[in-house]
């Protein structure tokens, strides 16, 4: 049974950091691109960071850059995502992807608040 569980969520003041963890299970890890995604109340999900199968490219979406970093462990089969001087607009629920040509697989998302 193909599974992705998110955790790591939380409350954190402005400035603070969290770091997610998104473990697979289920499926060919290593062969999928991980993604991070995020969607806060009233806008549409959207992508965050990307990382290569083999963990050897990464991109991020400007609003994240610098700030946040998209990390793997193939043989913990967890993808991660740190994330530091986080600012209330980076409050969203948190999603883990992965994808393999046309298969996508999501896990339920963990809740990220940033406020005093």
């Known amino acids: 049974q193909v599974q992705l569980v998110e955790s790591g969520g939380g409350l954190v003041q402005p400035g603070g950091s969290l770091r997610l963890s998104c473990v697979a299970s289920g499926f060919g890890f290593s062969r999928y691109v991980m993604r991070w995604y995020r969607q806060a109340p009233g806008k549409e999900r959207e992508l965050v960071a990307r990382i290569t199968s083999n963990g050897g490219s990464t991109n991020y979406a400007d609003s994240v850059k610098g700030r946040f970093t998209i990390s793997r462990d193939n043989v913990k089969r967890t993808v991660y995502l740190q994330m530091n001087s986080l600012k209330p607009e980076d409050t969203a629920v948190y999603y883990c992807?992965?994808?393999?040509?046309?298969?996508?697989?999501w896990g339920p998302g963990t809740q990220v608040t940033v406020s005093s």
């Open positions: 992807n992965a994808i393999f040509g046309s298969l996508h697989y």
